[in-house]
């Protein structure tokens, strides 16, 4: 019996119809395990990862395989993004036995669910020195079957091993301009000075790496960390990573030059990527920034917005090509003659060459990738502009690909901060009022009168699975930004409440260290704890960041300590590993600057002059700063506690480390305090 036709998760319900008698994660799987004598078969993946669909395809679908795996496993199916917890546990195992990694992940357990035999995609037939899924299935049988000591001393061994794997965690002390200056210095010997970004292919957009460079020239004024910063945005943004025509950003580029890339559009990316360009123009006033700040921003709200207000986790890579099979990239790409058919024969030349589309194509069998290969010259803006609608619309016609809608928390605080953000900057109210949407969604369905975290939601019903720390971090970085432009002290409550869980049941109280599962939660074979930074903050480095932001805003001595704790593992990790720690960097350049608290008192956000000065401190570039506006009355901030108006007029405050400037009603000046 498959048992996943009641479950939440897009990735579960897509497998609800297979033959094979799929069980969720549960204690109801491993004990049936136990009862029936047989391993487990844990397959890992999400909804729109293209190999999972293929191997589900080849095998999970397929009636003979299906009824092996019913007869001699225990099959249990886990969505990665909703049991991130399980997924690292498992993953780590199978990246130690095996040197790599990755989706869809097979793994065979005990009862005990103690692991012994890995791998990742497995083909229906041998292939390219890989088994068949048939004969690893047998494979395991057979020495489940005859060699179970080998198998349990195997699975013992490899649970002791990970048991002893212990992060370098480096001790408590925050990293100081030392680590910070060691850290530039690897970014830039990695750096790709052609082509922009780090490293070879696979090429990964590096958001968070940005923000630190960012950050770190608004703090020391180093112009090499800045051009990095704006070099590797325009790469991405005239490359096939960017969707030149309906704006957001793929996962990543198969290669080096960010042409052809791997076409899944994830929240996480989208989330960060719009925030990164939104600090980007702040920085420099780039148009090309605002442009891709905006155009990503509004690709969230009308491609991933749910119906319940919260954002969607991801589109898929592959869609209908038209002929009924599902090919990746299917959605996005053309030829010469579909420019042709859409735009007539002057305009598809033009758009041709504007958006480098080849006889020979840059994809597969003579498709190209649209990208901007050409710097800005002199292009008809209103042709363009008039052929970029046409293919947006002709493109709508096709195929969409499929979307993964739960709703997953953490994404949606990356996401609440990015529109929030974006909206305040380029005066769209309409993107601030999305984000409160979303923050308004995560409080009403996924926070529970203990201001517990649940991880997902679908269709506006929560998700059994309990938040993790990135969940709680995440939601609680993006009601801080959503405090900061909205002027709402209720969402500053908020993320207290959150960053509570975090110290009480997420931190280490003697090291200072952080788990990315609570103390209560469920016991996997190892306590998940990785403080780098992925496709997306990691929850020790995003709890750190909004730890200080909260400590800045309340002057909660708590909070701050435990940031700077916390950030010890950014000393050790940052002059090694810069690219996998860019927003614990971010964080260090927050806590080098002070950060800044600035107060900003005056009638109300109705009164002009409170406007100017509240959207001057919100464009400040000095790191991490946090920004209270309000009446001198309000109790809503501490910090326009005893703040009065200067002269009867709108006034600054400006703190950092226990001393103030003087203050202002000047938006000059205060421009000045926040920008160097």
């Given amino acids: 019996m498959n048992r996943l036709a009641h479950e939440t998760s897009p990735y579960l319900l897509q497998h609800a119809d297979n033959p094979v008698d799929w069980w969720p994660w549960s204690a109801e799987a491993f004990e049936e395990a136990r009862k029936a004598n047989k391993p487990v078969l844990l397959s890992v993946g999400y909804s729109s990862c293209h190999w999972c669909h293929v191997m589900a395809h080849e095998s999970f679908e397929d009636r003979a395989t299906a009824d092996f795996l019913n007869e001699h496993f225990v099959s249990v199916k886990v969505d990665r993004e909703e049991r991130p917890d399980v997924d690292a546990v498992y993953m780590e195992a199978v990246q130690a036995a095996t040197g790599q990694g990755g989706w869809p992940m097979t793994v065979f357990l005990t009862p005990d669910a103690e692991p012994f035999y890995f791998g990742t995609y497995f083909p229906p037939a041998p292939r390219h020195g890989m088994p068949s899924f048939r004969q690893v299935l047998e494979g395991v049988r057979g020495a489940w079957a005859d060699r179970r000591e080998e198998v349990a001393e195997v699975a013992g061994k490899i649970v002791r091993d990970l048991a002893g794997r212990e992060i370098s965690y480096g001790g408590p002390d925050a990293p100081g301009e030392e680590e910070l200056a060691q850290a530039l210095l690897g970014l830039t010997r990695e750096y790709d000075a052609q082509r922009g970004g780090f490293g070879g292919a696979p090429k990964f957009p590096p958001s968070m790496v940005v923000e630190f460079l960012l950050r770190h020239h608004a703090r020391t004024g180093a112009e090499g960390a800045l051009q990095m910063a704006a070099d590797t945005c325009e790469r991405m943004a005239r490359g096939g990573i960017y969707d030149q025509l309906g704006g957001g950003f793929a996962r990543y580029s198969v290669d080096r030059d960010w042409i052809v890339p791997h076409f899944e559009k994830m929240l996480y990316d989208n989330a960060l990527l719009c925030r990164v360009y939104a600090h980007l123009w702040r920085a420099t006033g780039s148009e090309l920034a605002r442009r891709v700040a905006l155009e990503t921003a509004d690709f969230m709200v009308r491609e991933l917005r749910t119906e319940q207000g919260g954002f969607a986790s991801a589109l898929d890579a592959d869609s209908d090509d038209g002929t009924g099979k599902h090919v990746e990239g299917a959605y996005y790409v053309w030829t010469p003659r579909q420019l042709r058919d859409v735009l007539g024969d002057d305009d598809a030349e033009l758009a041709a060459q504007y958006f480098g589309v080849t006889e020979e194509g840059t994809f597969e069998h003579g498709q190209s990738v649209l990208q901007l290969p050409q710097s800005d010259g002199l292009v008809d803006a209103d042709r363009i502009a008039s052929v970029r609608e046409r293919l947006l619309a002709a493109r709508a016609e096709r195929p969409a690909p499929g979307r993964d809608d739960k709703v997953v928390a953490a994404w949606n605080g ?124 990691s929850g020790w480095t995003a709890a750190a960041g909004a730890l200080l932001g909260y400590a800045a805003h309340t002057g909660s001595e708590p909070h701050r300590t435990a940031a700077e704790r916390a950030l010890g593992v950014v000393k050790a990790l940052g002059p090694r590993v810069p690219r996998f720690i860019g927003w614990g960097l971010a964080v260090a ?88």
């Fill in 589 to 676: 350049e927050a806590l080098l600057d002070g950060p800044r608290e600035v107060a900003i008192v005056g009638p109300g956000l109705d009164d002009e002059g409170t406007r100017t000065l509240h959207r001057t401190a919100l464009l400040g570039t000095a790191p991490g700063a946090v920004v209270a506006v309000g009446t001198p009355d309000s109790d809503e901030f501490p910090l326009l506690a005893d703040r009065p108006l200067s002269d009867g007029r709108p006034t600054a405050y400006v703190c950092r480390n226990f001393t103030c400037d003087a203050p202002t009603t000047d938006p000059e000046r205060l421009r000045t305090a926040l920008n160097g």
């Fill in 414 to 537: 990356l996401a609440i901060a990015a529109l929030a953000e974006t909206g305040a900057y380029f005066d769209r109210p309409d993107l601030v009022d999305a984000a409160v949407t979303a923050a308004d969604l995560l409080v009403r369905l996924h926070l529970d009168e203990h201001a517990r975290l649940s991880r997902t939601s679908k269709d506006g019903r929560a998700g059994a699975n309990a938040g993790v720390l990135e969940d709680y971090a995440d939601v609680a970085e993006g009601f801080l930004a959503l405090a900061s432009v909205t002027g709402e002290g209720v969402w500053l409550e908020f993320a207290g409440f959150l960053l509570d869980h975090v110290l009480a049941r997420f931190a280490d109280t003697e090291s200072g260290a952080l788990y990315d599962t609570a103390a209560d939660a469920e016991r996997l074979i190892r306590r998940p704890q990785d403080p780098t930074d992925n496709a997306v903050p």
